[in-house]
């Protein structure tokens, strides 16, 4: 069984976790959220500073509550693509200099196939092929996995991610950062059915609509001139109504299309990953429309779905487990598609 040391530093959490193949030995998070929440998201700059003064405790404490020493460790790992450029230099070049230093083999790390391998940790008998709904602040994507380092990206949203969509919502709404928690909650007093929101469709050349590509940029301006309208008339807004019919247009559409997405493919298993996956909303559509359809879903804890590095560790464990490792000459993407990992490994 291999112990990896893994590292994610993509966007706005330092994050060190200890893994051993499908088991978390460790898994520490130093969030950044306090210091972002100032300016409204998060600035990238800021992020790697912070990523550079915390790594190193981040390390020392997943190793000691791991148990472990260097010497137990039988691969380093880093996040090394897509995210923030110098937020993800801070952790692989931590992870590519630990190697040189300790004689291990480095692994760089598809930030979305940690987000499909969280999975694995609170189901460590699941087994592919099955359809990955990732729901995170930067991705929307309903993702074909069919075994380790293949995936097909079968569809995806067109402009805003639906955390996004959650957090410039909350935004003029003046709600706070990040948005997606603060409408859930609130979500919980309103009317979903207060106000008549679209959800965005892609429209295709040949007609009709793409079946599983999803946009959340029309709806956010909807809801925009929504507030805009009833402030005009001097009203005081119905946040909580606003927000259970925001929260309510997503989850059905994010539903819609998973759901069409695993029939057509004879997937039966839909494993849900990312921020929006602790939505309450799009886990009762969504439970409920599978078991309609015989489809089991799962969601991880949330702990696993939000960006941590134990998703990253299960990840690396893998693809050493078949022979991967990545050169010290890899460096760092912001954009990579899920369907080119296997770009980052000599096998
Ligand atoms: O996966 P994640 O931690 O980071 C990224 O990789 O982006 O996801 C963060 C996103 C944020 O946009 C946040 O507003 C959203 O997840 N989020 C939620 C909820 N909790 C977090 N969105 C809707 N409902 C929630 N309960
Ligand atoms: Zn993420």
């Known amino acids: 069984m291999a112990s990896v040391l893994a590292i994610e530093t993509s966007c706005d959490e330092t994050a060190v976790a200890v893994v051993k193949n499908r088991q978390v030995c460790s898994n520490v998070v130093a969030s950044q959220i306090l210091i ?38 039988d691969a380093i790992a880093a996040t090394c693509a897509p995210g923030l450029v110098g937020a993800l230099l801070v952790g ?18 598809h ?26 602040g930067g991705h929307t994507s309903l993702i074909h996995v069919k075994k380790c380092g293949e995936y ?17 919502v909350a935004r003029l709404l003046k709600l706070g950062y990040p948005g997606g928690p603060i409408i859930d909650k609130l979500a919980q007093q309103g009317n979903t059915k207060a106000f008549s929101l679209p959800e965005g469709k892609i429209s295709l050349p040949e007609g009709g609509f793409h079946p599983y590509d999803a946009s959340f940029s029309g709806l956010k301006t909807a809801v925009l001139r929504l507030v805009q309208q009833l402030e005009k008339k001097g009203n005081t807004l119905p946040v909580e109504d606003i927000a259970a019919s925001f929260q309510d247009t997503v989850a ?5 299309r998973a759901i069409a997405c695993a029939l057509d493919y004879g997937l039966e298993t839909i494993a849900v990953g990312g921020g929006v ?41 893998e ?29």
């Open 319 to 347: 693809h050493f487990s078949q022979g991967h490792t990545s050169p010290l000459t890899l460096g760092v993407h912001s954009r990579l598609t899920v369907n080119r990992v296997m770009e980052l490994y000599q096998h």
């Open 277 to 317: 996956a602790a939505n309450s909303a799009l886990r009762a559509h969504l439970t409920t429309t599978a078991s309609a359809h015989n489809l089991r879903v799962l969601f991880p804890p949330l702990k696993f779905c939000t960006d941590n590095a134990a998703m990253i560790g299960c990840a690396a464990a």
């Open 111 to 136: 930030h979305l196939e940690g987000h499909i391998y969280a999975t694995y940790l609170s189901e460590p008998t699941l087994e592919p092929p099955f359809l990955s709904l990732l729901v995170s």
């Open 92 to 109: 692989t070049t931590t992870a590519k200099t630990l190697a040189m230093v300790h004689q291990k083999p480095f692994l760089g790390v």
């Open 252 to 256: 059905r559409a994010l539903t819609k």
């Open 36 to 73: 972002h929440q100032h300016y409204g998201g998060v600035v990238p700059e800021v992020a790697s500073r912070q990523h550079l003064e915390t790594i190193n405790p981040a390390i020392a404490q997943a190793l000691s509550e791991a148990k472990l020493g260097w010497g137990e460790i």
């Open 152 to 168: 097909e990206t079968l569809g995806q949203t067109r402009d805003d991610a639906a955390g996004e969509a959650f957090d410039k």
